[in-house]
C-alpha cells in the first residue's frame, strides 16, 4: 500500500468519525432537552451535570465516534478495494449527508411516534427506572428511548447501503470503462 493510499483510507475514517460525532451531539442536544433524564439516570455517569448542553456534547462524542469507526470499515473497502475506480472522501461525503439527514429524520419521527404511543397508552417504564424518572416525564424519556435507537438502527442498515451503493456504483464504472473503445 503506498502513502497516498494509506492517507486517502486515513480521510475516510476521519469523514466517517467527525460525520458521525457532529450529528451525535446535534441529535444529543436535542433529545436531551426532551428529556435530560435519559442521559444523565438512563446512562452510566460520566459527568457531575444535568445540563442538557453538557450532557449532550459529552455524550454526543462518546456515544457516535466508534459508529463512525464502524461505518468506515465497510466504507474504506467498498471505496477502496479492487481494480474499479477509487471512491475518496470527498466523493463519499453526499452520501454521508443523505444518510445522517435520513437517520435525523427517522430519528424524528420515531421519537415523536413513540411519545405520542407512550402517552396513548400510558406506556410504565420497568420498576428499576421508576426510582429516578420524574412522574409526568414517561412518555419523553420512551420518545427519546425510541429515537435513539432507531438512530442507531438507520445508521448502520444505512451504512451498509452507503457501501453497497458504493460498490455498485464502482463496478459500473468498471463495466462502462472496459466496454469504451
Request: proline share 5%; hydrophobic share 60%.
Given at each position: 500500500m503506498t502513502l497516498d493510499e494509506l492517507a486517502e483510507r486515513?480521510?475516510?475514517?476521519?469523514?466517517?468519525v467527525v460525520a458521525a460525532v457532529v450529528y451525535g451531539v446535534?441529535?444529543?442536544?436535542?433529545?436531551?432537552?426532551?428529556?435530560?433524564?435519559y442521559f444523565s439516570r438512563f446512562h452510566p455517569p460520566v459527568?457531575?451535570?444535568?445540563?442538557?448542553?453538557?450532557?449532550?456534547?459529552?455524550?454526543?462524542?462518546?456515544?457516535?465516534w466508534w459508529v463512525g469507526a464502524g461505518l468506515a470499515v465497510p466504507l474504506v473497502a467498498a471505496a477502496r478495494l479492487g481494480a474499479?475506480?477509487?471512491?475518496?472522501?470527498?466523493?463519499?461525503?453526499?452520501?454521508?449527508?443523505?444518510?445522517?439527514?435520513?437517520?435525523?429524520?427517522?430519528?424524528a419521527l420515531a421519537g415523536v411516534a413513540g411519545g405520542g404511543w407512550a402517552r396513548a397508552t400510558a406506556w410504565q417504564p420497568?420498576?428499576?427506572w421508576r426510582s429516578w424518572l420524574p412522574r409526568g416525564a414517561e412518555a419523553r424519556?420512551?420518545?427519546?428511548?425510541?429515537?435513539?435507537?432507531?438512530?442507531?438502527?438507520?445508521?448502520?442498515?444505512?451504512?451498509?447501503?452507503?457501501?453497497?451503493?458504493?460498490l455498485v456504483s464502482r463496478a459500473r464504472?468498471?463495466?462502462?470503462a472496459a466496454a469504451a473503445p
Amino acid at each position: 500500500m503506498t502513502l497516498d493510499e494509506l492517507a486517502e483510507r486515513c480521510r475516510i475514517l476521519a469523514t466517517c468519525v467527525v460525520a458521525a460525532v457532529v450529528y451525535g451531539v446535534l441529535h444529543d442536544l436535542v433529545t436531551a432537552h426532551v428529556c435530560v433524564e435519559y442521559f444523565s439516570r438512563f446512562h452510566p455517569p460520566v459527568i457531575a451535570s444535568e445540563s442538557p448542553v453538557a450532557l449532550a456534547l459529552v455524550w454526543g462524542v462518546l456515544a457516535t465516534w466508534w459508529v463512525g469507526a464502524g461505518l468506515a470499515v465497510p466504507l474504506v473497502a467498498a471505496a477502496r478495494l479492487g481494480a474499479a475506480p477509487r471512491w475518496t472522501a470527498r466523493q463519499l461525503r453526499p452520501l454521508l449527508g443523505a444518510l445522517l439527514l435520513s437517520c435525523a429524520a427517522a430519528a424524528a419521527l420515531a421519537g415523536v411516534a413513540g411519545g405520542g404511543w407512550a402517552r396513548a397508552t400510558a406506556w410504565q417504564p420497568l420498576a428499576a427506572w421508576r426510582s429516578w424518572l420524574p412522574r409526568g416525564a414517561e412518555a419523553r424519556f420512551f420518545g427519546v428511548l425510541v429515537a435513539h435507537n432507531i438512530s442507531y438502527l438507520m445508521g448502520f442498515s444505512g451504512g451498509l447501503a452507503v457501501a453497497g451503493a458504493v460498490l455498485v456504483s464502482r463496478a459500473r464504472a468498471r463495466r462502462a470503462a472496459a466496454a469504451a473503445p
